[in-house]
């Protein structure tokens, strides 16, 4: 994808034109933040959770190499079949050629971000296989033509009525816009298309060295069916998420689901360990792990190495003030928000990312509800500085410091956005300032000194920035 | 050595030379000091764990019938009676068997089918996709989410709690457990002996939030569920 300043001020606009998006961006995530929120208060010691939680996750990345390893023999050892993708492109040409092998017609995916990443289901369509996205959320961007705008939630920019209007045309006759006739006849549906497809392809929450598994979370079903229906499974994961053993899994679960919706456990965890065994009668045949770098491996080792520990809850989206305004297409990447902010110029380099790590305020909400504990605002502050090193324009510099101005001299969302966020544990100090983290003493000296703005919205501050 | 395992060897290696040292293999993962999930459960008895369990599916739209088992015919039939039941797959499983599962369901008028070969697997996917409920036990349930757990195989198959839409699981009291983390450890335990290929941990209805934030139930899997659970 090649992207500019152009596009990115364009895509900004076009959010912040939207009038939806200004709707339903902040309605979902105060609901997932609130969530979050009450499932942390009732654990009572979050911190010492992210505590163990960072610890599992640097142990592991700090000794990826044995893990895989362990991994790919314990998979190899039930019968499965391992494949080591280290572009994009190799891990679709993998899949096409598992497609080619298997006569397969139709493939039936549930939600998987790292199959977005190498827009998989534009590849096999180009092969003549039918793809059906079956995530509610993305089997109704996949009838828009459009991309998720949220980790766990991809469609939350669509209206009912908008989906009503996708589904009447599947359909062929008017449906009403309620959830209830909606989501009955996506299951009624996507059924068909399970109970015929040749192939499953899903992600992969957390493979397990251990034992060769793959883990999935669910509250849908889909991905218990993707995994159970078809003869053939393919799971696609990221080289970085793996555990140990089951019992760093309980950890991770634990705090996935809180961290993501609020929710103490997802209606379904489904643990895959083989295809099926002797004595089943149900359950694919083949079972496939196809294992992408894409750009990962590079963040081994740099500054930026524990954004490889993020477990894609998307807490961070839902705390993040530049989020509730622009929603997630504005990004431009597959990963949006504060993580995407991160990890877009990370994998794909600063040429077509460099505006992601100013398309923040620093206030370090993010930074405080991450689950795994990524310095996430440390890290925007360490591009900002890696990008003026390579010679980019410090023109964004500005924008975002204001930016953060901007936030700061509306204490009624920097409350909203911020304060609610906080489990009252730490980056806030009791004036609202941050003084946490060593990234952010840096920045802050510059930052202190601008003038705070006036009063303006965000479009006029936008506006504003965007002439400077 | 073959294509894969030099493509897996330059894979590896690219990871251990970003990660500035030589290649590590069998890495252990050290004992965790920090336990925070044990004030969720310290202190609690039997008691309030299976009132816990009960509670948190309660909260999912999901009843717990707690009986005996002398109780176990006239509750069945209630269940059958309130959800209209007039068809069902269950698990071929001796646990199920002790409680006379099919003869009970015949005898209410329920047109049943068992998970095993005596039909061929198209007939049993085909049966799966038809019938109002889906029956089976499990190895755990779990106090802190209402969640019960259990390893599909021989007899347990996956699609009995996942196609039907209404699905039915019967347990017994003592198989309770705090939390995920004993799930996790019994598992954890299988893994020299081997894992079936599929293990499952089920938590109320399927849902969705995908539209509008609005919560709708049995988007894909059972949209309602019940639970069972035998007093010893
Ligand atoms: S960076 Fe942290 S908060 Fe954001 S999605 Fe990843 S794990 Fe969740």
Partial sequence: MTLNSIDFDQRVDKALADPILKQAVPFAQDKLRNGRNTAADQLGNIEEWRELAAEIRKHTIDNLDSYLEELVTNVRKSGGFVHFAEKDSDAVDIIKKIAKDKEAKTIIKSKSMVTEEIHLNKHLEAEGLKVVESDLGEYIIQLANETPSHLIAPAIHKTRQQVSALFSEVAGRKLSDETTELCAFARETLREEFLQADIGISGCNFAVAESGSVVLVSNEGNARLTTTLPKVHIAVMGLERIVPTWNELDIMISMLTRSATGQKISVYVTGINSARQSGDLDGPEEFHLVILDNGRSNILGTAYQEALNCIRCGACLNVCPVYRHVGGHAYGGVYSGPIGAVLMPLLEGYDDWKELPHASSLCGACTEVCPVKIPLHDLLIEHRKDEVDQGYAPLPEKMAFKGFGYINSHPALYDKTVKLSSTGLGVLAKDGYITKGPGMLGGWTDIRDLPQPKKQSFREWWAKERKE | ?232
């Fill in chain 2, 1 to 232: 050595m073959t294509v894969d395992q030099l493509n897996q060897e330059k894979f590896l290696t690219n990871i251990s030379s970003r990660l500035g040292r030589e290649r590590r293999s069998g890495v252990k993962p050290p004992i965790w000091k920090n336990k925070p999930y044990l004030h969720l459960y310290e202190g609690k008895t039997n008691e309030d764990l299976i009132e816990q369990f009960i509670d948190n599916l309660q909260l999912l739209n999901t009843n717990v019938d707690r009986i005996t088992r002398q109780e176990f015919e006239v509750t069945l039939a209630k269940v059958l009676k309130d959800f209209e039941v007039n068809s069902a797959i269950s698990w071929d499983n001796p646990f199920l068997h002790d409680l006379d599962l099919t003869s009970l369901l015949t005898t209410n008028g329920v047109e049943n089918s068992i998970w095993n070969n005596s039909v061929s697997e198209d007939e049993l996917k085909q049966r799966s996709a038809k019938v109002d409920l889906g029956i089976t036990c499990a190895d755990l349930g779990l106090a802190e989410t209402g969640t019960v757990v259990f390893m599909n195989g021989e007899g347990r198959g996956r699609m009995v709690s996942l196609l039907p839409p209404f699905y039915l699981c019967i347990l017994k009291e003592s198989q309770i457990v705090p939390r995920i983390t004993q799930a996790m450890e019994h598992i954890h335990a299988k893994v020299p002996t081997g894992l079936p290929a599929c293990i499952n941990f089920i938590t109320g209805p399927s849902r969705t939030a995908d539209i509008e934030m609005d919560l709708a139930l049995g988007v894909h899997g059972p949209g309602k569920v019940h639970v069972i659970l035998l007093r010893e």
